[in-house]
């Protein structure tokens, strides 16, 4: 079950490495535009908050991984705990208001990686 549980965290983590991308680099490119269904006027207005979104996403992956890789597991589960909370607060902010896509994408994952992590104690 834990190994169950970090993959899941993993991915979560993957994820937001992945929202980063999306929006410090990508936003308004073709790639961001597309994803977010933005026209090319919105991404440029938009540009600077994106990347400040994609910044939060980055520390989001950053305490993921450090939850992974550490090596006392109390601390890591309260790790593993506090950011995937975090992660969940986030998507049911967004689906609230900006899209209910957010809470599947970006919430499921973390989630499911939650149940689990607690499921594994």
């Known amino acids: 079950m834990a190994t169950l549980a970090n993959l899941f965290v993993a991915l979560t983590a993957l994820l937001h490495i992945g929202f980063l991308g999306l929006e410090m680099i990508l936003w308004s490119g073709p790639t961001g535009r597309s994803v977010f269904r933005m026209s090319e006027e919105q991404a440029e207005a938009t540009k600077v908050l994106a990347a400040n979104q994609g910044l939060y996403n980055g520390f989001l992956a950053a305490g993921l991984i450090w939850a992974l890789l550490q090596p006392v597991p109390e601390f890591a589960f309260q790790l593993k705990l506090f950011f995937l909370v975090c992660v969940i607060v986030a998507a049911i902010?967004?689906?609230?208001?900006?899209?209910?896509?957010?809470?599947?994408?970006?919430?499921?994952?973390?989630?499911?990686?939650?149940?689990?992590?607690?499921?594994?104690?």
């Open 93 to 121: 902010y967004g689906a609230w208001s900006v899209s209910r896509r957010i809470l599947i994408v970006q919430g499921a994952p973390a989630i499911v990686a939650l149940v689990l992590t607690f499921l594994a104690m």
